[in-house]
């Protein structure tokens, strides 16, 4: 008999939670991409940079890496740069240009959240020019292992249009959420036939016992920051 050993590489150490303050900006794993659109000559064209996302502070593990690249993107080399002195990574001119050119687009202006059964939704949308960008992340602050199902929302534009849109999971998944992986983020997108209108609605949570629930969706704005033409009218949720 032939037994096997492996060793699993190890790529940081976890250093103490700090009591107060927060961590300097980190990187979690399962990034999304970060869409946005081009201000060049007004051509709507949507942009999008893979590896990227909006993570809350809360949900930074603090470690010191023992790799060379602490963040495996291509644009890491491009954005950032190594101190000589203190070993630390600081912005190179490339990516403070792109923040200043961005930074409409890019900009947090408001989180929601609402938790039900011990389900908790947070919802951060953005403002893109022409349409909104919305992030969604559902974590099981719980015990018991659920997996969301369906999804319920409901759309109001200011042109006084109310849309109801029901479907299957979200983005062709139906995420389970348990004690060993209880969270799930992913982006959306949507676009109005008015400047401004609101967004709220429900995901169906299946238990394991075949019960369901509905987990409530905050409602949230949906502003935007220049009203000089109406958007194209378009779902995609």
């Known amino acids: 008999m032939f037994w ?96 200043d050119k961005n930074h409409p687009w890019l900009e947090l202006t408001d989180v929601h959240r609402e938790t039900t059964e011990n389900m908790r939704v947070t919802v ?25 199902r369906e999804r319920h929302w409901r759309i109001f534009s200011l042109s006084g249009t109310l849309e109801t849109v029901r479907g299957r999971g979200i983005i062709g998944k139906e995420p389970v959420f348990s004690k060993a992986q209880p969270a799930f983020q992913y982006t959306s997108h949507i676009s109005l036939q008015a400047p401004s209108g609101h967004m709220w609605g429900t995901f169906k949570m299946e238990r394991e016992d075949s019960s369901t629930f509905e987990c409530r969706i905050p409602p949230f704005s949906l502003e935007s920051k220049q009203e000089d033409g109406e958007s194209p009218h378009g779902f995609i949720i």
């Not at 495996?72 to 954005?79: A, I, P, R």
């Not at 022409?130 to 602050?141: A, D, G, K, T, V």
Request: glycine share 8%; aromatic share 12%.
């Open 124 to 148: 951060m949308p953005f403002y893109i020019g022409s349409r909104w960008r919305y992030c969604i992340r559902l974590e099981n602050l719980g015990d018991d292992t659920v997996q969301l």
């Open 4 to 99: 096997l050993t492996y060793r699993l590489a190890e790529v940081g150490v976890l250093e103490d939670p700090k009591l107060q303050g927060k961590y300097d900006t980190g990187q979690r794993v399962g990034a999304e991409t970060v869409t946005f659109l081009s201000n060049q000559g007004n051509t709507g064209t949507l942009y999008s940079i893979p590896g990227l996302d909006y993570v809350s502070h809360e949900d930074v593990l603090p470690y010191r890496t023992t790799e060379k690249q602490p963040i495996h993107n291509h644009l890491f080399d491009k954005f950032l740069v190594t101190d000589t002195e203190t070993g630390n990574y600081t912005a190179r001119d490339s990516l403070r240009d792109w923040q």
